[in-house]
């Protein structure tokens, strides 16, 4: 496992002295700035409140499995040459490698017919017209694709504004978020709406909805566009399971100085003046460093990480209230004693009927059909899956859920959350093997083992307030609000991660660029581009 714990980091000689940078959260937008930081010859030191390194790409182990948590397939990384092919293998000095998934890489499933997704555009535009071969719907195919390849061509000037010194943003910024705006400020619905009226082609268009958590009336249609083009040919998966980013990213951390701790709590970020210049640990301990940089996300960061006089003199709170969380969510991780030869693709699974709306609308209580759930098999995956757990097999199912169904456990210590916690789980696990049993029959009868997670256990392990999937939810209005970026109103205090960008493990990876590239005020994606050969 990678890193230190906190008490053996206190004993330590690193803890003394001034770090270049602390970062607070080992996600991927905390281990990715820390990288870049320290390859840029820095001393960062990333402190993790949960018990393993990585954030939403830890992955956890019972009975000799192992299923991730936060990360089943990731777009472009296993194409070499892509920007994010060459991200990841700078954040990791070519130490984390990927296995592609199936050529059908994501399949929607409404009632008894499926849709397949295969990987590429001109592949995935044929699948679609054939599955609606009228003149009509066809028009409407190619309509939809113009408009993703006109959300792909607007390129980086939305995120380039993320990252210009804030006097410049004032002057310039307007400017370069125009082109977006026209795009983020419809949902996703309005925007197929307009190109075509078939319900069950809007349905298949929006299946891969559970990747940004908000369904096609209430997400912003860039949001939609920034998946769908991210996606469109095929994915990845990491060769060794979802750890493997901690374990690639961590000694880069390490070779120059600096350490990455866990089971370290920071209580608070301290300020002097206007200006970030330590944190206190849960034990009272302040460490010190030159910048601090978060990945907790902007609502933990703004509301509760921040002194209250800080928040008050920013109004912290009444920006946040032009935010709403995304979404909670529960798994369903099942171990087989045995091989089973399973597909490396994804599936997306919905009632019998196409209108994502209507289904979620009627999901408002635990007995209703899942408005849409997730199933997919970590082992077949990962090539070294065989090698690491011989013969056994993984499966996974997600569901999305309010948070509020779960609330009245907060604060509960885990295994005496009571009888009808358990039962409310068990009710909803049996939904979710109904799931796992119409992506995969043959595993029906097989279970060895199995777990269920609720949001309390997201809010436990990653430290989000509402147990929320992705951050702050990506509706048109989250895409107005300037202060999502690295650059915070407090002097040398940035966000990082996905609140900085946008949800994914790539946008969390691209909000540790950003960042990086806000603290050493140069543009790190030519560095990455001039490094990276091939
Ligand atoms: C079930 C699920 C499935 C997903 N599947 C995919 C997928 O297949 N592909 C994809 O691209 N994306 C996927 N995602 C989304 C992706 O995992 C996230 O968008 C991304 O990992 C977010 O990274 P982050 O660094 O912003 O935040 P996080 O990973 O949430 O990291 C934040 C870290 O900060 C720590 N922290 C919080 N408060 C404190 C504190 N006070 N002190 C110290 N540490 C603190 C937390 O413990 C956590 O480790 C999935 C997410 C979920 C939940």
Redesign the pocket.
Known sequence: MPGLSYLTFRKQEASKGVYDAIV?????????VASILSQAGQRVLV????FV??????AFQRKGYIWD???????QVHIKGTLLNKVFRYLTKEQLEWAPLDDIYDRAIFGDKEYVFPRGRKNLMSALKEYFPTTEDRASIDAYFKLLSDVDALGTMYYAEKVLPPFLAKFFGGLMREGTLKYSDQTTLEALKAITKNEKLIGVLTAQYG?YGLQPSESSFYMHAVLAN?YMEG?GYPVGGAPRFAETTVPVIEQAGGAVVFS????EIVVEGNTAVGVRMADGTVLRGKRIIS???VV?TFSS?LPQDIIRKHKLDDMLKNLTPSLA?M?LYVGFKETFELPKC?YWIFPDVYDHVANQHAAASLDAPLPVA?ASFPSAKDPLSQTTHPGRTTAEV?ILTPFDWFKKWQGTEKHKRGEDYEAMKARVAEKMFDILFRAAPQLRGKVEYYEVSSPIS?KH????PSGE???TSHTPKRFRQTFLKPYTPVKNLFL?????MI???????M??VLCASAILKKNVIWTIQKTIKG
Do not use: M, P
């Not at 607070?24 to 990715?32: D, E, H, N, V, Y």
């Not at 392990?461 to 989000?464: D, K, N, P, R």
């Not at 949800?503 to 990876?509: H, K, L, P």
């Open positions: 607070i959260g080992s996600g991927t937008g905390g281990l990715s402190l993790e409140q949960h390194i990585g954030g939403y790409t830890h948590v936060g990360l089943h397939y990731v777009g990747d991210h994915a370290a709590r920071v209580n990945d907790a996300g933990n990480l969510h798994g994804n997730f997600i997201a392990y990653v430290g989000h999937i992705y951050g990082t991660g996905q609140d900085a949800a994914s493990i790539s946008g969390g990876v909000g540790g």
